[in-house]
């Protein structure tokens, strides 16, 4: 059973970077579709990114191309999604997710001055 | 940009089927998904590749597409099935993946 453990709440400043990881159990990362998908308060699910295994490459959404980027470390199983450049706006829950099936429980960041 | 359209509420009474629909110009040569999302946790896949339900989802939910339209149903609806809906599924290429706008299904 494949399992997705997230790391722990982010508070940071407009214009700071910040960096999620996923650590994957259960299976291997290697064969993975794992993507990153965000929510903000009050708001709809948004598609960030992710690997796609069949292809080999890792996919980004127009919207966050130059400011993402999203990393496997194979020899521990663990995804890391990094997003540069945050505003206020990119307060959200961030999840990784193995789809169409299995979801991490979130990971709250938070863009305060 | 592709998007999805969902509408933004359905509301039903228990024991009714719900219906929510997802458009998409891709969706005829598209799979789309379903989730479902109940406040403050993670989504829940209910139907994935138009029409298949995972083992452990309720039989009430089924999914259905025809044409630009792929539609999410729950017959006789309880209300442990409120919560937001999302379809989800990708455009020509492939590259890029988009999440409906959600849809507020209430059982009352």
């Known amino acids: 059973q494949v399992q997705l453990v997230q790391s722990g709440a982010e508070v940071k400043k407009p214009g700071a970077s910040v960096r999620v990881s996923c650590k994957v159990s259960?299976?291997?990362?290697?064969?993975?579709?794992l993507h990153w998908v965000r929510q903000a308060p009050g708001k709809g699910l948004e598609w960030m990114g992710g690997f796609d295994v069949e292809d080999g490459e890792t996919l980004y959404a127009q919207k966050f191309q130059g400011r993402v980027s999203m990393t496997n470390d194979t020899s521990s199983d663990t995804a890391y999604m990094e997003l540069s450049s945050l505003r206020f706006e990119d307060t959200a829950v961030y999840y990784c997710?193995?789809?169409?099936?299995?979801w991490g429980k979130g990971t709250t960041v938070t863009v305060s001055s | 940009s592709y998007e999805l359209t969902q509408p933004p509420s359905v509301s039903v009474s228990p024991g009714q089927t719900a219906r929510i629909t997802c458009s998409g110009e891709?969706?005829?040569?598209?799979?789309a998904y379903w989730y479902q999302q109940k406040s403050g946790q993670a989504p829940v896949l209910v139907i994935y590749?138009?029409?298949k339900r995972p083992s452990e989802i309720p039989e009430r939910f089924s999914g259905s597409s025809s044409g630009t339209m792929a539609t999410l149903t729950i017959g006789g609806a309880q209300v442990e099935d409120e919560a937001h809906y999302y379809c989800?599924?990708?455009?020509?290429?492939?590259?890029?993946?988009?999440f409906g706008g959600g849809t507020k299904l209430t059982v009352l």
């Open positions: 590749e138009d029409i």
């Open positions: 997710a193995a789809l169409p099936r299995v």
């Open positions: 259960g299976y291997s990362l290697t064969k993975l579709s």
């Open positions: 891709y969706l005829p040569k598209k799979f």
């Open positions: 989800y599924s990708t455009d020509s290429s492939g590259d890029q993946w988009v």
